[in-house]
């Protein structure tokens, strides 16, 4: 990968310069990947998500939005308070970090904000993970075998080793491949930290999550046998993680 900055009309764009030849505004703009096959699709989460399919080019493109829940309108602008403090900066910066240590994250593309007055707009483009769906669709009316939710727990305890706090691990920001890999994705408002009370504070986030998907769907296949494999899966990461720890560099 290869960092690169360079101002755009209002703002700015962070790139890899490994992946992206031409970085302006344009890539940032459903309206321009319309008219290249590019697939528009709204999923499970806050806002819209475009699925870019242009040659080899498999990206998906996020726009930042927040509210959803009771309001009926999104808002997308958030306060300025430095470039380096913007959502899809920092995104861009903790999924580049993370990605190179060898986490299974998406690959992360390009990333702008566009200034306005007191506030901005924010985007984010990573590589699709491909042939992945979330935990909460691979979850619904087929099981997933219990060694992949022991996977999911191992992932998580790699991140809580790395001292990773993901601020919104639910079953939609999990998702697993064909191959029944498990990739962590969202990192939206995610920081690196100490160890402490979040980490379990996660861990009982995505039960929660869990089920309430059962509770919303039909045929949500998972109960205890399930959650004791994550657990299980979790334990064994720590305990893996601790020494990897205490091993020298070599
Ligand atoms: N890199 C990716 N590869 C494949 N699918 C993705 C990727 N990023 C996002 N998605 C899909 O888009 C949905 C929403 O993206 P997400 O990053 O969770 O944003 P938000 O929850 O803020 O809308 C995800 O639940 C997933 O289905
Ligand atoms: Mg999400």
Known sequence: MSERQIRSAAGSILYDASCVVKPDDELFTPAYWAGRTAIAATTGGRGQVVFIRDGSRHWVLRHYRRGG????????????????????FREWRLLSMLHQEGFPVPVPVAARYVRSGPSYCADLITTEIPDARTLADRITGAALA?????D?????????????????LNAHNLMV????????????????RAGGAWQAAVIARLKRSL?????????VRFGNAEWQALRDGYRGGSIAGSQEATKPRS
């Open 69 to 88: 829940l009771i309001a009926r309108w999104v808002d997308d602008s958030y306060l300025w308070t430095g470039e380096d403090r913007t959502r899809s």
């Open 146 to 150: 219990l060694p992949v939710w022991r």
């Open 152 to 168: 999911i727990g191992r992932v998580i305890a790699r991140l809580h080793h790395r001292g990773v706090h993901h601020v919104d």
């Open 177 to 192: 491949g064909s191959g029944s890999e498990v990739h962590i994705i969202d990192f939206d408002r995610a920081c690196v």
């Open 211 to 219: 089920e309430k998907i059962k509770r919303q769907r039909v045929d």
